[in-house]
């Protein structure tokens, strides 16, 4: 299957030069280029992405807006590139929906380094063994195999960071998981000081999964230590 990126930046040197980094990551795929907020909703209304590469300041609507807008239908990756560096920003771009974020200027190396992890969570190719049985606890089931997630029989739209967040936490049910493992096993390596990111995402599969942070059902806070899930299949 050919991977289609979506590449919106107002910037053409910029927007040429991750379409470069695309094409030479990702021989064969196709890459649009989207010089605006209502340019790149259209493009991605017409034929969607399994990858979108977002610059925040652009023509109207702005990155947040329309990284908000995609995610109310799609679970698509979403990079969010700014050339703010502010930790609210950050926590701002992934409460919307962003799966990262990154400032600019960048190092191309990294910048293809995190969408190449991107991509291999949203194509499930993580580490699970494919014969895993289904995970069920209380009215919530995870389908390994799958990835589908539903609650009280009804499917739960997840990322594929969601997700794979949501199954490293219930294959190790009862068990306190450190901030710094959780992000090394769902983000990699280079995220380990980022705890941002986790508490976001943790705050967002609590919203979907209707779980309280003070009585919690399902995502335990240890406090100061990391998180754990106390449901038990």
């Given amino acids: 299957m050919t991977l289609k990126v979506l590449v919106v930046e107002d910037a053409r040197d910029v927007a040429d030069a991750i379409s470069f980094g695309a094409r030479m ?18 493009l991605f209304a017409a034929d969607g992405a399994d990858l979108v590469i977002l610059d925040v300041e652009m023509p109207a609507p702005d990155g947040f807006a329309v990284c908000q807008r995609i995610r109310e239908t799609s679970p698509v990756p979403i990079m969010m590139l700014t050339v ?8 701002r771009a992934l409460d919307l929906g962003a799966d990262d974020y990154l400032a600019k200027p960048f190092d191309p190396l990294e910048l293809f380094a995190r969408l190449r992890a991107l991509v291999r969570r ?6 699970p063994d494919a014969a895993s049985p289904d995970f069920v606890s209380a009215d919530l089931s995870l389908d390994f195999a799958t990835q589908e997630v539903k609650l009280r029989g009804e499917p739960v739209r997840l990322t594929a960071t969601e997700y794979r967040l949501l199954e490293e936490l219930v294959r190790h049910a009862g068990t306190v998981l ?33 779980d309280d942070a003070a009585h919690p059902r399902y995502i335990r806070t240890e406090w100061g230590i990391g998180y754990r899930f106390v449901g038990a299949p």
Avoid: N
């Fill in 25 to 42: 990551t990702w021989p064969g795929c196709k890459v649009t280029l989207a010089p605006s907020g209502a340019e790149a909703l259209a």
């Fill in 84 to 91: 703010r560096d502010a930790t609210m920003d950050k926590v």
């Fill in 122 to 127: 949203a194509s499930g190719c993580l580490d």
């Fill in 178 to 210: 450190p901030h710094q493992l959780l992000l090394e096993r769902v983000w990699g390596s280079a995220y380990v000081d980022d705890i941002h990111y986790l508490k976001v995402f943790v705050r967002r599969l609590r919203q979907k999964l209707g």
